[in-house]
């Protein structure tokens, strides 16, 4: 299938081409794709769900996905997996849990391995997540890999955070030393109904209360049980009410136009990145001869202002090739 046919394909709603279109660009090979859909970024919003290993955020998202369908909702779910997407390992993990949805046509569930990426979320997740965006979804969704580490990923791909923590496992702490309540819109103590639930809340309140003036509005704290139903609907209610706020507030547009120099910036990285590589590589001797130092000043000087006529830039890839 030609990338024009996938665009248009991908433009008519259709679901194969959908999944042809996410596959070409975690390949690495959606330049055109990307492009193609740029117009119809901004659709709707993206919803980030991460937290700690085991807290029921694959549970907790089924019972959203559950509730927005009867609303008659469509929803696109892109679930990060620290692994392959065949290893059959937390995958395998999430296929169950989701099974529920997976031959419901209004719900498309795509999953995409983080390669080791910093904050969990890897670089072509983020671009599939634009083209998730383009097809038009009613809800979007990114569930990444529970690392308990700052997710920072997340809140650059998505204009709203959500946090799953569940008690009896030290969350609460974790997720102050990691960061997570700096970037959480909401926070959700799923499992409520296990004992510990409400020190937990009483523990995060109190955190929330030392925050330091200026850090940013705080998360709004919700006690759910994926398990029996619990406050799921209070929690998809005021997923709505935050977004609204954020919107009204300006706080959407300054997330999304961060958005887009953050891509800017990556996509001129990973250029020069590739660019230094075959620098180095193709002028090996050269940099061996003086300092460090002075081979950095030759590699940059070379890079940004390449004397015209030389062979500085031969094997270097296009400037087209971003």
């Given at each position: ?63 959203l996905v559950g ?13 990060v997996?620290p ?24 719900v ?32 979007l ?42 970037i ?10 296990l ?7 009483s523990?995060?309140?109190e ?34 009410r ?79 090739e971003?």
């Amino acid at each position: 299938m030609r990338s024009e046919e996938v665009l248009e394909g991908v433009r008519a709603r259709d679901q194969r081409s959908l999944g042809r279109a996410l596959s070409l660009v975690e390949a690495g090979e959606g330049e055109e794709i990307l492009d193609g859909l740029a117009d119809l970024a901004g659709q709707g919003a993206r919803l980030g769900v991460t937290g700690s290993p085991g807290a029921g955020k694959s549970t907790l998202l089924s019972s959203l996905v559950g509730y927005w369908r009867g609303l008659g909702e469509t929803v696109g779910v892109l679930a990060v997996d620290p692994s392959s997407p065949f290893s059959g390992g937390a995958l395998l993990g999430d296929r169950i849990r989701m099974q529920e949805h997976s031959l419901d046509e209004g719900v498309f569930i795509r999953s995409v391995a983080s390669r080791g990426a910093v904050g969990g979320l890897a670089e072509a997740a983020i671009e599939m997540v634009d083209v998730l965006e383009a097809f038009g979804f009613d809800r979007l969704v990114v569930e990444t890999v529970g690392t308990g580490q700052a997710e920072i990923d997340v809140m650059e791909a998505c204009d709203l955070v959500l946090v799953v923590l569940q008690p009896g496992a030290g969350d609460g702490i974790q997720a102050m030393k990691a960061g997570l309540l700096e970037i959480a819109d909401l926070l959700v103590l799923n499992k409520a109904d296990l004992e510990g639930s409400a020190r937990l809340e009483s523990e995060l309140r109190e955190m929330l209360e030392l925050r330091e003036e200026g850090v940013g509005r705080a998360p709004e704290v919700y006690r759910v049980s994926a398990k029996t139903g619990e406050g799921v609907q209070e929690l998809a209610e005021g997923i709505d009410r935050r977004l609204r706020r954020l919107e009204d507030e300006g706080v959407l547009e300054e997330r999304r136009a961060r958005r887009r120099r953050e891509a800017v910036k990556r996509l001129v990285r990973s250029s020069l990145e590739k660019r230094l590589d075959a620098l180095i590589e193709a002028h090996a001797p050269k940099l061996g001869e003086g300092s460090p130092r002075e081979g950095a000043r030759w590699v940059l000087g070379t890079l940004l202002c390449p004397p015209s006529g030389s062979d500085a830039r031969a094997g270097l890839p296009a400037e087209e090739e971003m």
